[in-house]
Structures are given as C-alpha cells and as structure tokens.
C-alpha cells in the first residue's frame, strides 16, 4: 500500500519552481568541494579570450544538483529519489538566473514510484537541461 | 565498420580504474552542501550526503604538475580519442541508498562502450563510463552512468 502521499499525487502535477542566480563566489565554493581547476569556471580572461565563452561557465553537474533538489525538496520526508537521468544541452554563465521544476509523467502504485519530468530553463526559457526522474514514496505496511 | 573508431581503440571497452575509497566527512557534505544551495537540514548539518555528493566525493585529486594549461585533469581511464573537442554529456544515476557521515565508500569505473555517430556537422564520438560505488559492506549505494560526447 502506498502512503497517503501517494495517493494524493496525479499525472500533470508540477513540481515548485525555484530560481537560482550563481555568482561567482558559489561558483568557487562549488569547484573548490569538487577540487576542480578547469579555468573556464574561474579565470575570466581566459574563459572569454581563450575558450570565446561568453562570461564564467556554470559548471555542468552544478546545474544537475539543482534537478535532484527540485525531486528531493517536493518528496520531503515521504519518500526518496531512487534513479535521475539528464544531459547538459546549453551551457550558462555567471549572473544569469536560472529556473529548476518539473512535473509528474506518470505513477506506478505497485511501486509506490512516480515517474517525473524535470528541467532547468535560462532567461530565455530555453531548457537547458532536461531529466527524467523517479521519486520513489516510502509505503505503509498494512498487515 | 567505423571510420572513426579503430580495433584498438575500441579494445579499450571493459577496462576498469583502479577501486577508489574514501571516507566520507561530514565537513565535506556540508561544504558541498552550501556550495548546492541546498535546503534541508539534515544536508546543511551535514549527518546525511545530498544526492549527487558522490560527484565531489570521487572528483580526481591530482597534484598541480598533472593539470593541464587549462586546469583540467587527465582521465587514465581514457584512450586518446581522434576526436578531443568535449561536448554536452549526460548522466544518469540510480540511488541505492543514502549516504552519511562517516561512511567509507569504494568506488569502480568501468569504460562501458565507444561508439561512433554520424551529428549534423560531422562525426561525433559518444564515450560511457559506469561508476559503481559500494560501502563496507559491500553493499551498492549507486551506480553512476555517465555519456559524454567529443566532436
């Protein structure tokens, strides 16, 4: 039996919208958690005149924590992601401000797993990265 | 028969690095933790690891001298590829189990697949690495597939 959660879930629903605008100071903190130096994510000079980006590239997995905390804040304490899927399509850049969500694609009771939709959109609306999801919800023991 | 791909780089299909373990500390989650943004509590504090900690956790540490010019380190998993202009990649992650403070964890990579497609302005080589993470048990806490593209 799935929990009362669960059951209040239907396809369509969409998860909360959050807006993230990376400076570069969490953008040093991230790498720095990492121990990554790729130049691109600090080195303004060179991420312009070298690589011909337009400003500090956000880094990539960064964007895609931001997916898994759109999953893991709308399930709280019901349940837990199980599995995610998703692939950088455009890069961003520092000072952009950038909009993670989702919604629900479709449920499967005997699992008590919903299967979800989730991106992250630029300024421009442009999906950036898109992701597919499976929350899994805790179930409630019957006997 | 690949144009890209030879019999000997594709040899490398199934080779495996070295098993990595590390500690996790609870100073590192939380580090990670605010550099995320993230909101719950338990996260912040730092008792339970967010999804996608493992990417710091298992990130390369190399010493100064094996960065290249432009701050990047080397992958030894990796053959040279003809082609060497990174693209967009894709992961896709299964959680087993949380992770927490004080776990010590193992991880694997294995170079999954080398494949050759043809992209709209020219050809593209798609290369897939799997990382499979355990703890002391031996017990699987993740596997981690990631695809990455090179033009």
Redesign the interface.
């Given at each position: 039996m799935a929990t009362t959660r669960f059951a209040s879930i239907k396809v369509g629903d969409v998860l909360p919208e959050r807006s993230?605008t990376p400076n570069n100071v969490?953008l040093m903190?991230?790498n720095?958690?990492?121990?990554?130096?790729?130049?691109?994510h600090f080195?303004h000079p060179?991420a312009t005149g070298?690589?011909g980006y337009p400003g500090l590239v956000i880094a990539?997995?960064?964007l895609?924590?931001?997916l898994?905390?759109c999953v893991?804040?709308w399930v709280g304490d019901d349940g837990?992601?199980?599995?995610?899927?998703?692939?950088?399509?455009?890069a961003s850049y520092i000072d952009e401000t950038l909009r993670s969500g989702g919604r629900v694609l479709a449920l499967r009771p005997e699992l008590g797993e919903v299967e979800l939709e989730v991106s992250i959109r630029n300024e421009a609306d442009e999906v950036i990265v898109p992701g597919i999801a499976i929350a899994r919800f805790h179930q409630v023991n019957s006997s | 028969m690949s144009a890209l791909l030879s019999s000997e780089l594709l040899a490398n299909i199934g080779r495996c690095s070295e098993p990595r373990q590390e500690l996790v500390a609870r100073r590192?989650i939380r580090?990670?933790s605010?550099?995320?943004?993230?909101?719950?509590r338990r996260f912040l504090d730092g008792d339970e690891a967010?999804?996608?900690f493992h990417?710091?956790l298992f990130?390369?540490?190399v010493e100064l001298d094996q960065?290249t010019t432009?701050?990047?380190?080397i992958d030894g998993l990796l053959p040279k590829f003809p082609l060497e202009r990174a693209m967009?990649?894709?992961?896709?992650?299964?959680?087993h189990q949380?992770i927490m403070a004080g776990d010590l964890l193992t991880a694997t990579r294995t170079l999954t697949d080398i494949y050759e497609k043809q992209g709209s302005q020219g050809p593209l080589i798609f290369y897939e690495v799997v990382m499979e993470v355990v703890n002391e048990s031996g017990e699987p806490v993740l596997t981690e597939k990631t695809?990455r593209i090179l033009r």
């Open positions: 993230f969490q903190m991230y720095a958690a990492l121990w990554n130096a790729h130049r691109i080195d060179y070298v690589e990539g997995p960064l895609g924590d931001w898994n905390q893991v804040d837990v992601l199980a599995a995610i899927e998703y692939s950088n399509r455009k | 590192e580090k990670y605010i550099a995320t943004s993230q909101r719950q967010p999804p996608m990417v710091a990130w390369d540490v960065l432009d701050g990047v380190s967009a990649g894709g992961l896709k992650i299964e959680y949380p695809t």
